[in-house]
């Protein structure tokens, strides 16, 4: 039986490639925070259905001895580093900690592989966020990086990083390049999460408004159930490749929002209220990836369209406030 270790694993990502390695027999570990155990009511809500069969270790990403005895103590076949801070806007905010976060948890991980694991396969989350404002449309994997935010060039380290330990010290290390992925999971700092949500509470009369800055930038949206198949498969290859996933086609954020509300027979433009405050100091306006590689090599192909996302995560939150569950808190998942 294959052993998987998952970093991550409480968040939307995390829980959707740990009920795929289930299902595929392997024994899937995951990393923690310790107040997570003693609280898995909230902190582990997207895990508990599947708790029972995960071996769960307490540990954090910002401490390189825990983490290297639980590599020398699982000695994982394959390693989905999947942890971050991951919401770009809180990036601006705190910098310091979204760059030293993400980038020291990374070089720990590959670290503690190297010296307890060395034939494990390690996949790094990257994100589109590394091409910024690109200079050509659709973005693949030989595109440029500009990042344009604090998290983003916090990926394009790790992903340099992840490259690193593949030529330098001959590792099966490789990075996901992936666009925008969604579902009923993500968290509700998001902005397709907080449209979901916001188009749910409005119908039925918990509020009246949602307040969001810039609805044009477009994104290339799939769904994260997807995106965690892409993962599992890069490292089944032969050899260590990245690859960008991604849909190739994008949908401004107004789309989002005029779908979401439409689907509970709701007229957007009769609630929102634009908010400079939700701008951010460098915007990214347009991403779309192009996967031809992917499609080529893993023989991956999306399943979810935009509309059918979209409508999924409106029925989950319309479902959620109807039986009066409470919204989701920030949090980084670890």
């Avoid at 034939?119 to 994100?127: K, L, N, V």
């Avoid at 449209?195 to 477009?218: K, P, Q, V, Y």
């Avoid at 990245?242 to 957007?268: M, N």
Wanted: with cysteine; charged share 25%; hydrophobic share 40%.
């Amino acid at each position: 039986m294959k052993k998987a270790f998952i970093t991550g694993i409480t968040g939307q990502d995390g829980s959707y490639l740990a009920e795929l390695l289930l299902e595929k027999g392997y024994e899937v570990h995951g990393v923690v925070r310790r107040v997570a155990l003693e609280y898995p009511q909230s902190r582990l809500r997207r895990i508990l259905h599947i708790q029972d069969r995960l071996v769960l270790h307490s540990a954090s990403m910002e401490s390189y001895a825990s983490l290297f005895n639980i590599i020398a103590d699982v000695q994982p076949d394959e390693c989905y580093h999947l942890a971050a801070q991951s919401f770009v806007s809180y990036s601006f905010e705190d910098e310091f900690s979204t760059i030293q976060t993400n980038l020291n948890g990374t070089h720990y991980m590959l670290s503690s592989l190297k010296r307890q694991a060395p034939d494990c396969r390690f996949y790094f989350a990257g994100s589109s966020e590394v091409f910024g404002n690109a200079s050509l449309s659709p973005q693949d994997e030989s595109t440029p990086y500009k990042p344009r935010s604090p998290y983003g060039i916090s990926k394009m380290a790790g992903m340099e990083l992840t490259r690193n330990y593949r030529e330098a010290y001959g590792m099966f290390a490789v990075s996901g390049i992936l666009f925008n992925h969604e579902s009923p999971r993500r968290g509700a700092e998001f902005v397709t999460r907080k449209i979901s949500m916001a188009a749910a509470r409005i119908r039925l009369g918990l509020e009246s408004t949602i307040r969001l800055g810039n609805i044009e930038a477009r994104r290339d949206w799939g769904h994260a159930r997807d995106s965690v198949s892409a993962m599992w498969a890069m490292l089944q290859q032969d050899a260590p490749h990245d690859y960008v996933i991604a849909t190739g086609a994008t949908h401004s954020v107004r789309d989002f929002l005029d779908l979401a509300f439409r689907h509970v027979g709701l007229d957007y433009r009769e609630h929102l209220v634009v908010d400079k405050t939700f701008y951010r100091p460098a915007e990214v306006h347009v991403l779309c990836g192009n996967a031809s590689r992917a499609r080529r090599e893993l023989g991956w192909e999306p399943k979810v369209d935009f509309e059918t996302l979209v409508r999924e995560m409106v029925d989950h939150d319309m479902a959620l406030f109807a039986a009066g569950g409470p919204p989701e808190m920030r949090e980084v998942a670890l």
